[in-house]
Structure formats: structure tokens, C-alpha cells
């Protein structure tokens, strides 16, 4: 079994940044793809950014791209998001996941094991 937990959330200004931090433990997630999401109320889950195990691959949502970062640090079995340049529609609950195999797809049926999430809310 694998617990994660978000933290790092929290209330920001358009415009600002935060980070988000994701620890894994119950066992290494240093062979597993990792993930975030988010969900924003009255929507769906959505795919956010994915790295594969290594940090080699990582993937990101259109909404995203050139704002966020993520990135991992195995050693201490811990993804980050930085999120960048934040805007309004980025608010919604960020949740980390991990994959069941090395790779890290946009994909969440990928994922097996998830948080239990963390705010995000970006004022105007």
C-alpha cells in the first residue's frame, strides 16, 4: 500500500505561484510513474502534469503548459508541482497520484493510488 499526502495548497492572487509537494510512504515510488490532477466543483477530474519515474518524460495538460513544472525527487519519494503565472480557472482541489507502472501518462486509469488532496484557490 502506498499513502500519499498533498500539501502546499492554499489562497494566491492571479498571478502568483505556489508549490505543491506530494510524499509517498509505505514503499519506494521511485519505479512508478507519478502524477497531479485536479478538480475544480461542478467539473471533472482532470489530468494536470505527469513525469514517468526517472523524471525523464513529463507530460502536461494544454491549460498548463509553459505555467507548471513538475518534477520528483526520489531520494525522498516526493513529486512537486510548481505552479506559475496561476489564473482564476485554476482552482480546484490538486490531488497526486501513482501510477502503476513506470510511465507517466495524461491518462488517470493509470494511476492506482491517490491523495487526499489539497486546495488551490486563485483569487482575481
Known amino acids: 500500500q502506498v499513502q500519499l499526502v498533498e500539501s502546499g495548497g492554499g489562497l494566491v492572487q492571479e498571478g502568483g505561484s505556489l508549490r505543491l509537494s506530494c510524499v509517498a510512504s509505505?514503499?519506494?515510488?521511485?519505479?512508478?510513474?507519478m502524477g497531479w490532477f485536479r478538480q475544480a466543483p461542478g467539473k471533472e477530474r482532470e489530468s494536470v502534469a505527469t513525469?514517468?519515474?526517472?523524471?525523464?518524460?513529463?507530460y502536461y495538460a494544454d491549460s498548463v503548459k509553459g505555467r507548471f513544472t513538475i518534477s520528483r525527487d526520489n531520494a525522498k519519494n516526493t513529486v512537486y508541482l510548481q505552479m506559475n503565472s496561476l489564473k482564476p480557472e485554476d482552482t480546484a482541489v490538486y490531488y497526486c497520484?501513482?501510477?502503476?507502472?513506470?510511465?507517466?501518462?495524461?491518462?488517470?486509469?493509470?494511476?492506482?493510488?491517490w491523495g487526499q488532496g489539497t486546495q488551490v484557490t486563485v483569487s482575481s
Open positions: 513525469i514517468n519515474y526517472n523524471g525523464s518524460n513529463k
Open positions: 497520484a501513482v501510477a502503476w507502472y513506470s510511465g507517466g501518462r495524461l491518462d488517470e486509469t493509470d494511476y492506482d493510488y
Open positions: 509505505g514503499r519506494s515510488v521511485s519505479s512508478n510513474g
